[in-house]
């Protein structure tokens, strides 16, 4: 019954997750007929349980008023025949009682033994599941005063399960005041390989170094402290806009969240709302636009002021010119920042000091925007597909 309760409780998230995305398609009778057939095999299954248990319930019953019956009987015989004290049976007539009903209660735990055990499981599975990236016992401190270097070593990652890997052979290096910019494909590998920084996963084979000091060899919390992220996805938490800009730095005044704001571009349409900077956000962000949501959190990783920007795809939702605007603010805070820019259009990497062009997990060409329109073939078909041939001209 249990499993058939986890089952609907799937249906009925998902539908009201997708809402949107099943109306959108017509397919609010299917789902509703994916919920009914949940729906009535809990039902089905609910209805044999209590079948079960309400015909064990009198069944006990009636053992329960027959002893009673057949002790009180013999009893009063024996009474009678003066071999017997009438508290003696009185007192017996107690212990059967209390004995009778204590089975009573043992075929009770039959019927939740099942359901808590499947629970438990439930419970159990997430509780067991240990994450597989441990901070070292020994964790070494840095000692040079390098910041913001980031070194990948022959990296090569693949996920759990996966047969080919997702990254292979990936060597460069990147310096503070510098941007590099990662360009490819879809699923070239793009946001794999920026997770890895932060050691969402751990790699395969060759190593990732911060400052010098391999990221497997600190603690996961002074090596994230290094970086701001922006996600592909942006995230954003139920509050008001500063506070989760704030989220970057709890630190942060109130001018310095400003000024964020200012330099992600996002500061227009804050003031534009009627609380300005103490507007609520709902859950999910679901009441602001793609954009507004991506600048925002694009707020909360400059409030940081990290050695280690990451920017994965985080400029997609934006317009020519906002973005334009965004990279040119963006130059001036980063001077002391190393930072990673994954991109799909070329006009975001032209200017960067370094592009790298993924392929199928790859790098296949490395180098500033006019050596690799010489060599790299990927990088210009890449180029061509998104320029006319007068602007490259
Ligand atoms: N969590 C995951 N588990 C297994 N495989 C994954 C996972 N995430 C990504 N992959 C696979 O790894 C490859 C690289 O994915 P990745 O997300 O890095 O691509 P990307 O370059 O960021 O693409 P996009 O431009 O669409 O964001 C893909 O082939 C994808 O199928
Ligand atoms: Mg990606």
Redesign the pocket.
Known sequence: MQLKLDKLNLVLREGLIGIRVIRSFNRTDYESKRFNEANQELTNTAIRVNRIMASMMPLMMLVLNFSTIAIIWFGSIRIDNGNMQVGALMAFLQYAMQILFSLLMVSMMFVMIPRASVSAARINEVLDLTSSIKDPVYVIEQVSSQKGYVEFKDVAFS?P??EEP?LANITFTTKPGEITAII??????????VNLIPRFYDVDSGSIQVNGVDIREMSQESLRAKIGIVP?KSVLFTGTISDNIRYGNEAALDEEIKQAAQVAQASEFIDGMKDGYDSMISQGGTNISGGQKQRLSIARALVRKPEIYIF??SFSALDYKTDARLRDALRKEIINSSVLV?A?RVSNVRDADQIIV?NQ?RIVGKGKHQELMENCEVYREIVFSQISEEEIA
């Open positions: 996920y399960g996966a997702a490819g494909g879809t699923g070239s590998g793009k946001t794999t390989l592909q994965d795809d994954v799909q993924l997990g």
